[in-house]
């Protein structure tokens, strides 16, 4: 798939290596010169000066043949008008990244509409929903819905108290059905088997029916607590959005804010109708405990910085606060990050890469969740009449090792499988899968897919 990349900032550079990785053929356009030459250094890409604006420029970079478009650079006016040429010229697909709110709240018309865009994606508000997720969740440490909330994944990590630590997964209790598709163990992810043990300081993705979720988690010795006080770190837009977003999903919930800058603090507290917005630095230890940050619930760092996020993070961990989330830009330090006890580590980059991966999947892809450092997907996706997996029972099917079926949704009803299920045409599928066996594990479900 050809894929044309207008701005390599963080999320363009993100996106560009991914693709790269994966052997799309990949050309980025970036006018600054500094950008060009990290690229030239650290990827295997087609770099083109100049403005993604440019129609010379676009031709230039192949668009006439392109598949996809993506314009992700620091301004939103110049990313939808390079999607609207690159719709001009044929290309099929096109994303891009707008982040001023009043783009996205406009009533009267879509803007998707109206300029032909396939997806705008706001890697702050796609960051504020997951974390509002975890707020909602929080015995758990990631959180994701599939098939329109009927399908719930979610991510616990074992404990010294944990009931379940040292027991084969063949031996949980199963009376509610669920399925256990991956564990993420010393920064490596398993797909695992009934035989496994389960360790201590694992993490495992659980996937069950949304409404059976809360009685397979107290199976397994996990308990949900009410989320009541949330401080959040950073009146940048990611905060703003959370805060938005709790206010009119949670109208109870008592929300704090910490705005270093006075304007900002002013003008979200005009903004937002219950949230107490504080001015102040959030890494002053004494300004923490005056505001009682000790009896938050739940303390969400989303500054522009990731040393303050990480900093103020750990402090609040050690005035007692119930639970942490961090937001960290700089993926490369995420495993590391992770042994220092910050509960939940988020990445926009990542999160916004999920997003946009499904128009890149072959097959009906409904969507698409990157997470590990091994780059594993889950994928929603719909069996197509005539492919391999059709009509067969599991244990019958040659799934690549590396990939498994958590649940499979046909018409309204949710479906745990077991070897002797069988797939339908049609069947909507929340598959798991490592790198290595995604493009195997799709062609399954392919119309014309071949067998391995």
């Given at each position: 798939m050809k894929v044309i990349i207008i701005g390599a900032g963080k999320v363009g550079f993100s996106m560009a290596q991914l693709l790269s990785d994966e052997e799309h053929d990949v050309v980025v356009i970036e006018q600054s010169p500094e950008r060009q030459q990290v690229l030239e250094e650290e990827l295997d890409v087609q770099i083109i000066s100049g403005s993604g604006s440019s129609t010379s420029v676009l031709e230039l970079a192949g668009v006439r043949h392109a598949d996809m478009l993506l314009a992700v650079t620091e301004f939103d006016e110049l990313n939808m008008l390079a999607c609207l040429l690159a719709k001009k010229y044929g290309v099929k697909t096109t994303v891009a990244r707008v982040r001023n709110p009043e783009y996205l709240e406009v009533k009267d018309f879509s803007?998707?509409?109206?300029?032909?865009?396939?997806?705008?994606?706001?890697?702050?508000?796609v960051t504020a929903l997951e974390i509002a997720q975890i707020a909602a969740n929080p015995e758990a440490l990631n959180v994701d819905y599939y098939a329109d909330g009927k399908v719930k994944l979610v991510e616990?990590?074992?404990?010294?108290?944990s009931a379940v630590l040292n027991k084969r997964i063949k031996e949980l209790d199963t009376s509610v059905p669920y399925n256990i598709v991956a564990i993420a163990r010393k920064h490596k992810m398993l797909v695992p088997r009934g035989d496994d043990t389960l360790q201590l300081g694992d993490h495992i993705h659980l996937v069950a029916r949304t409404v059976d979720m809360q009685e397979v988690e107290k199976s397994l010795g996990f308990f949900s607590r009410k989320v009541e006080h949330i401080t959040i770190l950073g009146g940048g837009r990611t905060g703003y959005y959370l805060a938005q977003i709790l206010e009119e999903h949670k109208p109870g919930i008592?929300?704090?804010?910490?705005?270093?800058?006075k304007a900002r603090a002013r003008q979200i507290s005009q903004k937002l109708k219950n949230a107490l917005v504080i001015q102040g630095d959030g890494s002053d230890y004494q300004l923490l405990e005056e505001e009682n940050i000790a009896y938050s619930d739940l303390f969400v760092a989303v500054t522009d910085d990731d040393k303050i996020n990480l900093l103020c993070a750990l402090i609040a961990r050690n005035l007692g606060v119930g639970k942490t989330v961090c937001q960290m830009k700089r993926t490369d330090v995420m495993p590391l990050v992770e042994q220092i006890g910050i509960d939940t580590i988020l990445s926009p980059r990542v999160l916004t890469a999920g997003a946009i991966l499904k128009y890149l999947r072959v097959g009906d892809i409904i969507s698409v969740t990157l997470f590990g450092?091994?780059?594993?997907?889950?994928?929603e996706l719909l069996a197509q009449p005539g492919a391999i997996a059709v009509n067969k029972e599991l244990q019958n099917i040659k799934i690549p090792s590396g990939s498994l079926i958590g649940a499979v949704v046909r018409g309204e009803k949710v479906i745990i499988p077991d070897g002797s299920f069988t797939i339908k045409a049609h069947d909507r599928l929340i598959v798991?899968?490592?790198?290595?066996s995604i493009h195997k594990t799709e062609r399954l479900f392919l119309n014309g897919g071949r067998k391995f």
């Open positions: 803007l998707n509409d109206v300029m032909g865009i396939d997806l705008i994606i706001n890697p702050e508000r616990l990590e074992l404990k010294e108290d008592n929300i704090k804010i910490i705005e270093k800058d450092e091994e780059r594993a997907e889950m994928l798991f899968s490592l790198e290595k």
